[in-house]
């Protein structure tokens, strides 16, 4: 279908692959490194087998971002399957990782025009921009009223996500050995949100059960003057948590639609197997 813009995004965007399908976005995806292996996150290694071998396997994988080479070929294939004028892409926040950096370089070599967004989140929160690019560009909007229109809504999507043990975040750096001892030993599981593009505690509480509902509380605090627009549930291989979360958002906010789907393993790598967070996007109530 011809198009006058092409959408791409990154692997980190955490959107059902048919949803991606269905709104023609072409996705530039990260690499795994495992051992002497590597492989292309999703497509050699299905996200399920990325979390259960995470579970038991002693070595920790690596994620690398996605080449200049890759986000050229995505340009060039995005815009030639939709036969567009030009190409927008929304990124992983370049506070995060350098995929921002890689697809700024690849606009530089393509020619054709390409706007490139740092979306400045991560996970569904990006896959929500991405699918608020999809709604500007069906509407006919041009390349520059669609990267408008994202750095707009940027402000109104969050992400808030806690993980099932601290053990990844302590083989990661992240924490040292006596918080994850003290951390495990009481179970405080940290509630992680992102600040700026970077990600940050917001708070931590003791017992799974008690972060989730105090992620359902800083939702629904962060209502006040808006609706949700989306509203998505992202999780490490917690097939039946994520749905039962899903429901309890449903009836406790009054979502319709929530659409549930795992964590990249950029998040997977850093966070383990469990890890389960809520993604919104907010917008204003038009009285």
Not at 24 to 35: D, H
Not at 119 to 136: D, K
Request: with cysteine.
């Amino acid at each position: 279908m011809k198009q006058a813009v092409a959408i791409v995004t990154d692997g980190t965007c955490d959107l059902p692959p048919e949803l991606v399908a269905e709104h023609r976005i072409q996705v530039v995806r990260q690499y795994i490194t495992w051992g002497q292996r590597s492989y292309i996150d999703y497509v050699e290694l299905p996200i399920d087998e990325f979390y259960q071998r995470l579970a038991v396997d002693p070595e920790i994988p690596k994620t690398s971002q996605a080449t200049t080479a890759d986000f050229v070929q995505g340009y060039q294939e995005a815009r030639r399957s939709s036969e567009a004028q030009g190409v927008i892409c929304i990124t992983l926040s370049a506070e995060l990782s350098g995929t921002h950096n890689s697809a700024v370089q690849a606009a530089e070599i393509v020619d054709f025009p390409v706007r490139v967004v740092d979306s400045r989140i991560a996970s569904l929160p990006l896959g929500f921009l991405v699918l608020t690019a999809v709604e500007a560009r069906d509407a006919g909007g041009s390349l520059d009223e669609i990267a408008e229109i994202i750095e707009a809504a940027r402000p109104a999507v969050q992400i808030f996500f806690t993980p099932d043990t601290l053990r990844y975040l302590h083989l990661g750096g992240r924490v040292s050995s006596i918080q994850r001892f003290i951390g495990d030993t009481l179970k405080i599981k940290p509630i992680l949100y992102v600040v700026d593009g970077k990600i940050e505690v917001k708070t931590s509480v003791r017992a799974r059960h008690r972060a989730i509902q105090r992620i359902l509380g800083l939702v629904d605090a962060s209502r006040q003057g808006h609706r949700i627009k989306r509203l998505g549930v992202m999780h490490g291989s917690a097939h039946h948590e994520a749905a039962e979360l899903a429901h309890l958002l449903r009836d406790c906010l009054g979502v319709e639609e929530v659409i549930v789907n795992s964590c990249c393993s950029a998040i997977g790598v850093h966070m383990g197997p469990g890890v389960i967070g809520i993604g919104y996007q907010l917008e204003p109530v038009i009285n």
